[in-house]
């Protein structure tokens, strides 16, 4: 009987024994992986952003609002009096040559005074823009007359500010605007700078053609235009991109509307990571002025909101 006893507890102390023996390398397991595990390069995660569209977007539309409302402005002032239609009467008009006579063009700057100190900044004109700052600019001729030629300096010290009065964006740069034909326009940049209401900055440069859809008469308030083209630019992380109109964008020039592109789709190529973001101007497919885009990509989409 004591015999029995001795050999269950040398049983029962093998058995606790083997059971420490595997915890304990379950434990050496455990903290061997902790510091391999620990010692590896961390896995990057690919954050997919759609900074390049949204970037581009805002780029694109101050560009586009700011030639509209100069060649508004030369088509309907005739260099004798003040405009009433997208600028205001009231913006200061200041010539250096204000006569096609002498056969070197007109050529002067547009004034829309200090920004303020308090919201909305800047100067209300009829397309909803606020504006500040000043912008020069020299034309060749009139410029409804094939050749015409319109050349917009914006220039660091002249602080030219557009947006919504809450958030207003500058553009440093030159915009040359031709009408080769009398039926479209020829519209260009190169290396414009924007910065944003936020302190991002970007560069922006383009080769598009504007067409008239529907002429509303003199100058290009009530009209409709497609815009076809490409463009370039970096965006607020530096990363450059190229952008490709691939189906027309339609502007409609009258008051809700004028702000951005009712329809039309754009494609844009990150070219650093080679991702493809694809840009719909009416993702609802209404062709409502709602101000609304979408971007697409890695098959993942996202809704955003034009200012």
Same mark, same amino acid.
């Given at each position: +009987? /004591? ?14 024994? /083997?059971?420490?023996?595997?915890? /304990? ?60 239609? *997208? ?21 002067? +700057? ?34 409804? !007359? ?30 040359? !605007? ?30 598009? $053609? ?29 990363? +450059? ?17 004028? $702000? ?15 991702? *493809?973001?694809?840009? &719909? /101007? ?20 996202? !809704?955003?909101?034009? &200012?």
């Amino acid at each position: +009987m /004591y015999v029995n006893k001795v050999a269950k507890m040398r049983n029962l102390a093998s058995e606790n024994s /083997y059971n420490l023996n595997t915890v /304990y390398r379950i434990f050496l397991t455990f903290i061997f992986l902790f510091f391999l595990l620990g010692c590896r390069e961390p896995l990057m995660e690919v954050k997919e952003n759609i900074f390049s569209a949204q970037d581009n977007t805002k780029t694109e539309n101050e560009f586009n609002c700011t030639i509209e409302a100069i060649t508004d402005w030369v088509l309907t002032n005739r260099f004798n009096k003040k405009s009433e239609r *997208i600028l205001p009467g009231y913006v200061q008009i200041i010539y250096n040559d204000s006569t096609f006579m002498d056969l070197d063009g007109v050529e002067g +700057m547009l004034d829309f005074g200090a920004p303020g100190n308090s919201k909305p900044f800047g100067m209300l004109c009829s397309d909803g823009k606020y504006r500040s700052g000043r912008i020069r600019f020299k034309l060749n001729q009139h410029f409804e !007359i094939p050749g015409a030629k319109l050349e917009l300096f914006c220039e660091a010290q002249d602080s030219f500010c557009s947006g919504s009065g809450d958030e207003m964006n500058s553009m440093t740069g030159l915009i040359i !605007i031709n009408n080769p034909d009398g039926m479209s326009i020829l519209l260009s940049t190169e290396n414009l700078l924007f910065k944003d209401s936020q302190g991002f900055k970007t560069n922006w440069s383009c080769k598009r $053609k504007l067409t008239l859809v529907k002429d509303a008469g003199q100058g290009v308030w009530g009209d409709i235009y497609s815009m076809e083209g490409i463009a370039s630019g970096t965006n607020r992380e530096n990363e +450059m991109y190229e952008v490709t109109i691939e189906t027309p964008l339609i502007k409609k020039m009258e008051l809700g509307c004028s $702000k951005t592109f009712v329809t039309g789709s754009l494609s844009i190529k990150n070219l650093g990571s080679e991702k *493809i973001i694809l840009v &719909d /101007y009416d993702p609802f497919n209404d062709g409502r002025c709602d101000r609304i885009a979408e971007a697409e990509i890695n098959g993942k989409k996202t !809704i955003y909101k034009i &200012d």
